[in-house]
């Protein structure tokens, strides 16, 4: 189990680091902070929606990073 999750770090890694600044601190302030949307809302000067469309377009980046990168390694 301690395997996967290092494993699955040094996926995260190198595609976090692709994402703009203010993407990776609102994946940071949601799933590290554990901030509400609406918080991040109103931290970042957004709206709530445009926090939700941001956090789906940064996950789904993500997700092709990772699986480019699991690809490479295959």
């Known amino acids: 189990d301690n395997y996967n999750s290092v ?23 949601r799933f590290v902070d554990g901030l509400t949307q609406s918080e991040i809302a109103a931290a970042v000067g957004v709206s709530q929606m445009h926090v939700s469309r941001l956090l789906t377009s940064s996950l789904q980046k993500l997700r092709e990073g990772i699986g480019q990168a ?3 390694r295959n």
Do not use: C, F, N, Y
């Not at 890694?13 to 994946?27: W, Y």
């Open 70 to 72: 699991d690809v490479r």
């Open 7 to 29: 494993e699955d770090r040094a996926l995260l890694g190198p595609a976090l680091a692709t994402l703009p600044p203010r993407e990776q601190s609102i994946l940071k302030m």
